[in-house]
């Protein structure tokens, strides 16, 4: 760290005073306090992990630093950065997760001068992270690591060993691109998911209004390029891409549970770990709490992306980020706290910590070897992150649409919300299209 | 100076006092800021008047909304009534030293705190483990969708409201029972009046102003209620379960929109405050009637 | 009528309708625990189950391989774990404080106010009386944006001081409320008695009416007590560190953890919040039932 910076002092000095502040320069004002608010990390070891970093920095840094682990059960910490920027007190830096960045965006500071340099040491930054935090070509918060996760398939090997299809085989543990990976495609789930519900195991995949059910039909509807509003901001519902996904799920749907729509975020999580599920779209909790509370179900579970549509292979994403707020007192330790937490050694000792839960926001970086190492069955989260040969692109549900819509058509889940109008309400596809375009009205004003 | 301290007026004026700056400082000052809040513009910057209400009113599921609300209100608040009345009725006819402990175990779905019973209602509904779901099964019925349908959500949702609202309006008829004096019933009997011609004449009407009273209070606490509905189902399966304060805090807090949030709470002032007006005015006229005759 | 008709012959008629009498009582009352019963199985199913998941490993809840309605192996482990937890210590204290202090404040303001509202006349009293109720109508979901604001300014955010402060908010109308109706009742001729003697209306108030009125101040007390125990908005969005937090979210935050349940500890943590308020109620019941008696029909 030292060494940069004094580079950093040498770039700076020599671009003058005119210089965008393109390079953060450590000044006195980084020593005194800092608050910051992180994620309470489910997994209680993240959390005495991050705790022994931050106050390792601390000591170093001479700088003193209370740290407050915010939950986001109950929407605790949306609560909390709602009251702080109404209040405009409490901590200097927040973890924000998802859209939140942008909606408090005119209350945070702007740290170009961390995510840039970052960038340029580790490469691509997932491009669902620029998406949600870089606002008028500016950055508005540092993305973390903590808490960031893909939510790809987890299934049962034994279903599906047996159902002719072996995820151990098609996304083995080890850096193979396998042909029968190209063959993981919809129209391969749509097969398999009778046979499922045959074998008492239907799909959990839920249609209710939290990420989990929003974000893997946005990646569904991402693969078959069906977009409910474009990039320049129309709306585009009615077309036949859109059709066509919406279509898909009507055919698919049949086959699975019939509370679906009732599902929140645990509920997929409860239906694969009481073994009456084959396959969710979920980071590894839920695979974890079976290996805790029903070990041969979770010994059975394999990780592995989600099928390729027409369009391409799209796995959902849902990041965290660090923002700092403008009228935090200490900016500075903040910027210098929250950039050094974003390195590559900082973020392993974390991920570790967490048995590779946390998704690293650098492409670069989805080579720990913590996600080989990870068992039982040895190698079930090797997939997880989306390695090189996998040809998969992290997505959000609402890409890629203006944030300013996206929001809404991701927190209202107007998505899944067609979907049920359409098979469970029983609508006609134009009553469904009709709705859609009223709701996009509504949040284009 | 000590003898305006010392008068009526003045002293019952300053023991009134904290109750005023209570009210004043924390119920009519923040309900005005909450008032300015809901006409600006989303990010907060701009003053826009009533628009975001009016916006409101285009909205299809808005409109949903306020028609559940009410819905859940007139139901939930109609079913806790009449649960109230019969068990308030039921524990009146037993003698004393029973009665107490009956009422006590009666009293438990009230006692608990909600969002805790909430959480254990919402355990026996849950998709993959619902206890309900496997007594039916034992019975070879279908695994019911008890979140997951529309219909059951909403009957689940006025379930568990009447079960935590049903004990509070048996106490309170319980206690207005206890008031009638027994003359009154042992005359309509010796009248030959029948088990509901007492009820018609005798007990309603003495009850008539404690029963307006209590539902009154129960319809404004049913239609602000939050926690459920939060809990249970927030506001699923689409959005055809949302009430006015988890729309609110869906739209307000989950989507950012923070003055529009508040534009949604304020829609319920108008509607209880119509109702309040029409109920307390009839509780006026009956003590009128009372203290004139 | 029928009693006039049967007077002449009551004599021998008279036996058959006493017992008669007494077996339509006996049924009615038999009728009564009949329904009773079925009311109380009802109400109680869902803190039954409770109880059964509380006594539950983790592992048991998840296998479904018997019946969700009894305990195949039971254990008090959830019990001890949050017993001996230090987190869930400091949330039942916090409740305990913010509750006893809330208690205080709220039955204060209410008692001068009660008192003052139906006792003496002053400009806009009767205005303020039927006023108060209609506080009501500003619900919390609406209140929680602005006291963001209210409570930032005054540098309260995540202290369990902010919830003592708006609290009364909701605890203190009703029982106002309930103190008013229950002094109207109080005969004048008590404090008209008092004054003669040339008491002050302090001492009216501490000597006459509230030990006259103790049934209704234990009814309203208990009333804020339950209230403010159960709440649970407030602290969800004031309070986010666990030395903070009182019980009904501490229990949330801390055993519900991403997508994760700790269903056993959940229910055990509930079912001991749940015990004060129970054996408050068990003890001052008839109070409860007392106070209200006489305050809420004449109100």
């Not at chain 3, 008192?115 to 979901?141: E, H, K, Q």
Request: hydrophobic share 50%; with cysteine; net charge positive.
């Amino acid at each position: 760290m030292t060494m940069t910076v004094s580079r950093r002092q040498a770039l700076a000095a020599a671009a003058g005073a005119a210089a965008l502040p393109l390079v953060h320069i450590r000044t006195a004002g980084a020593a005194g306090k800092l608050a910051v608010g992180f994620w309470d990390h489910w997994v209680p070891v993240g959390n005495v992990v991050m705790k022994k970093l931050v106050d390792a920095w601390a000591a170093k840094n001479k700088v003193e630093v209370t740290i407050d682990f915010i939950t986001t059960v109950g929407n605790k910490l949306q609560l909390t950065y709602a009251a702080e920027s109404q209040a405009r007190t409490g901590h200097d830096a927040l973890a924000f997760v998802l859209w939140d960045v942008r909606n408090y965006q005119s209350s945070l500071a702007p740290v170009d001068d961390v995510v840039e340099p970052l960038i340029k040491q580790y490469g691509q930054i997932n491009p669902v992270i620029e998406y949600l935090s870089k606002i008028d070509g500016h950055w508005s918060a540092i993305p973390s690591s903590s808490g960031t996760q893909y939510k790809p398939a987890c299934a049962r090997l034994s279903f599906f060993k047996q159902a002719g299809f072996d995820p151990e085989v098609v996304y083995p543990a080890k850096p193979v691109h396998t042909t029968e990976s190209d063959g993981w495609t919809w129209q391969k789930m749509l097969e398999l998911a009778p046979k499922a519900k045959q074998a008492g195991l239907p799909f959990g995949l839920g249609l209710g209004q939290t990420t989990d059910s929003v974000d893997f039909v946005g990646a569904l509807f991402r693969s078959f390029g069906a977009e409910l509003v474009n990039a320049k901001g129309d709306i585009t519902v009615d077309s036949d891409e859109v059709k066509a996904a919406i279509e898909y799920m009507a055919r698919l749907v049949p086959h699975l549970p019939s509370d679906i729509y009732s599902y929140d975020d645990a509920s997929n999580n409860r239906a694969l770990i009481s073994g009456k599920s084959a396959l969710i779209f979920n980071p590894p909790s839920a695979w974890a709490v079976a290996v805790r509370d029903n070990r041969p179900v979770g010994a059975d579970c394999w990780t592995f992306p989600n099928p390729s549509g027409p369009k391409g292979r799209f796995v959902p994403s849902l990041p965290f980020f660090w923002g700092i707020w403008k009228f935090a007192k200490n900016q500075s330790a903040a910027k210098e706290l929250l950039g050094w937490l974003c390195e590559r050694e900082q973020v392993e000792t974390l991920c570790n910590a967490v048995s590779g839960y946390d998704i690293p926001p650098f492409l670069s970086m989805a080579d720990f070897e913590i996600w080989a190492k990870v068992e039982p069955p040895l190698g079930t989260v090797y997939n997880y992150p989306i390695r090189p040969w996998h040809n998969s692109v992290p997505s959000i549900a609402g890409y890629p649409a203006p944030p300013e819509i996206a929001v809404q058509m991701y927190n209202r889940a107007t998505l899944t919300t067609m979907i049920g109008k359409l098979t469970q309400a029983g609508q006609s596809m134009k009553q469904v299209i009709a709705w859609a375009k009223d709701e996009l009205e509504g949040f284009s004003r | 100076m000590r003898r305006w301290l010392s008068r009526r007026s003045t002293v019952a004026f300053l023991m009134c006092l904290p109750l005023i700056v209570l009210i004043g400082g924390l119920v009519i000052y923040p309900a005005c800021y909450a008032i300015w809040l809901a006409m600006l513009n989303k990010h907060m910057t701009r003053f826009v008047g009533f628009s975001n209400f009016a916006f409101l009113l285009r909205r299809d599921t808005f409109r949903l909304v306020v028609f559940q609300s009410c819905l859940f209100a007139v139901s939930a608040v109609m079913a806790k009534a009449l649960i109230g009345f019969v068990l308030a009725h039921l524990l009146h006819a037993i003698p004393g030293g029973r009665q107490r402990v009956w009422r006590g175990l009666l009293l438990v779905p009230w006692v608990v705190p909600l969002a805790l019973s909430t959480l254990g209602w919402w355990w026996l509904f849950d998709p993959s483990y619902s206890a309900f779901n496997w007594l039916l099964a034992r019975v070879g019925i279908a695994p019911v969708p008890w979140l997951g349908a529309t219909g059951w959500a909403r009957f689940c949702m006025i379930l568990v409201n009447t079960w935590y609202g049903a004990p509070f309006f048996m106490i309170m008829y319980l206690a207005a029972l206890k008031s009638v004096p027994e003359q009154l019933f042992e005359a309509a009997s010796i009248d030959g009046a029948g088990f509901w011609a007492k009820l018609r004449f005798v007990t309603l009407p003495m009850m008539r102003n404690i029963i307006s009273i209590t539902v009154l209070f129960s319809l404004i606490v049913t239609f602000a209620d939050f926690t459920i509905i939060r809990i249970l189902t927030n506001g699923g399966p689409r959005d055809t379960t949302h009430i006015f304060a988890t729309y609110a805090f869906e739209v307000g807090i989950a989507s950012g929109d923070i003055p529009l949030g508040a534009s949604v709470s304020l829609f319920m002032l108008p509607i209880l405050a119509f109702a309040s007006i029409f109920i307390l005015r009839g509780v006026a006229r009956r003590d009128r009637d009372m203290a004139a005759a | 009528m029928s009693t006039a008709a049967t007077a002449p012959s009551a004599l021998p008629a008279h036996p058959r309708r006493v017992s008669s009498l007494a077996r339509q009582r006996r049924w009615a009352l038999w009728t009564s625990y009949g329904a009773l019963s079925v009311f109380v199985v009802m109400f109680l199913v869902p803190p039954f189950y409770m109880l059964v998941t509380s006594l539950k490993t983790s592992a048991e809840i998840s296998e479904q391989r018997v019946s969700p309605w009894i305990v195949g192996h039971p254990t008090l482990a959830n019990f001890i774990d949050l017993i001996t937890n230090a987190n869930y210590e400091s949330f039942f204290l916090n409740s305990v404080k913010v509750t006893l202090c809330v208690v205080v404040i709220s039955m204060t303001i209410s008692v001068f106010a009660a008192f003052a509202l139906a006792r003496m006349r002053f400009f806009g009293s009767s205005l303020l009386a039927t006023g108060i109720f209609l506080t009501y109508l500003v619900p919390d979901s609406l209140l929680f944006i602005p006291f963001f604001r209210i409570i930032g300014e005054l540098g309260l955010i995540n202290n369990t001081w902010a919830l003592v402060l708006i609290y009364p908010t909701f605890a203190v109308p009703f029982c106002t409320w309930i103190m008013i109706g229950y002094f109207s009742s109080i005969p004048k001729e008590l404090d008209e008695a008092a004054l003669i003697d040339g008491a002050s209306w302090m001492q009216i108030l501490f000597l006459v009416f509230i030990p006259v009125a103790m049934p209704g101040i234990i009814a309203a007390t208990i009333f804020a007590f339950t209230v403010s125990w159960g709440q649970f908005l407030y602290p969800l969005a004031y309070l986010y560190s666990s030395d903070q937090m009182v019980l009904t979210v501490g229990i949330v935050s801390d055993l519900i953890r991403g997508d994760t349940f700790a269903w056993g500890k959940i229910m055990a943590g509930s079912l001991m919040a749940a015990a004060p308020p129970v054996v408050i109620y068990a003890f001052l019941m008839d109070y409860y039932i007392a106070g209200l008696t006489a305050g809420a029909t004449k109100g």
